[in-house]
């Protein structure tokens, strides 16, 4: 009888573990690329895999790294830089502080 118990209860939880980190990582690898203001602005951000990216202003360039939560994405470019929110929109876009506004993606 326990021997039956047990092997059910790995194999859902091994189920849980391999659904929730293919979830997470298809939400990350639709966002990657290269994002950036319209018309020529000077801000652009290069979402890498693993978490990492790239964000440059005015020339400046500063290596971050990338958390996605629902229709946040969180930039932390510490301890160069400061961490910054994103709103992910349906549309594929990201809209970020007032300074920044809205970035698209490069095709």
Same mark, same amino acid.
């Given at each position: 009888?326990?021997?039956s118990f047990f092997p059910k209860i790995? =194999? !859902?939880a091994t189920l849980?573990? =391999? !659904?929730?980190s293919?979830?997470?990582c298809g939400s990350k690898s639709k966002l990657e690329g290269t994002y950036s203001q319209s018309g020529g602005g000077t801000v652009a951000l290069d979402l890498k895999s693993g978490g990492k990216a790239q964000f440059t202003m005015m020339g400046e360039s500063v290596a971050c790294t990338y958390q996605v939560n629902g229709d946040k994405l969180m930039l932390d470019c510490t301890p160069k830089g400061e961490k910054v929110?994103?709103?992910?929109?349906d549309?594929?876009?990201l809209t970020g502080p007032s300074f920044i506004g809205v970035l698209t993606k490069g095709k």
């Open positions: 009888m326990k021997n790995s =194999l !859902i849980a573990l =391999l !659904i929730s293919l979830v997470s929110d994103f709103t992910i929109h549309d594929g876009s």
